[in-house]
Nanobody
Framework: QVQLVESGGGSVQAGGSLRLSCAAS????????MGWYRQAPGKQRELVAL???????NYADSVKGRFTISRDSAKNTVSLQMNSLKPEDTAVYYC???????????????????WGQGTLVTVSS
């Protein structure tokens, strides 16, 4: 199967920086978009940033100019550099990979959407 493993969460003071990383593992032959979502306590999960296989990037308005997403398609990894962090950025951040193409021995290729387990980012004022 396919797994996404995240790293890099933690606690930081307002104005600080953190970098999140996510690596996809498995017998993967393609991934459409990779990106990051977040969910703050009592709120719905929301998009933070996405990057397509063609390199098209989308950011939530709330993070534009502060966060930078990058992707290494050869390694199936995606990272999120978060600068000028604010208390309202506090949330669990989830890595997402959409339309992940993978193979299992003896079976036809399949496509799945995969989520990471989430990593907590806490920004104190």
């Amino acid at each position: 199967q396919v797994q996404l493993v995240e790293s890099g969460g933690g606690s930081v003071q307002a104005g600080g920086s953190l970098r999140l990383s996510c690596a996809a593992s498995g017998s993967i032959f393609s991934i459409n978009t990779m990106g990051w979502y977040r969910q703050a306590p009592g709120k719905q999960r929301e998009l933070v940033a996405l990057v397509s296989s063609a390199g098209t990037i989308n950011y939530a308005d709330s993070v534009k100019g502060r966060f930078t997403i990058s992707r290494d398609s050869a390694k199936n990894t995606v990272s999120l550099q978060m600068n000028s962090l604010k208390p309202e950025d506090t949330a669990v951040y989830y890595c997402n990979a959409d339309r992940v193409g993978f193979v299992t021995p003896g079976q036809a290729p399949r496509f799945l959407e995969v989520w990471g387990q989430g990593t907590l980012v806490t920004v104190s004022s």
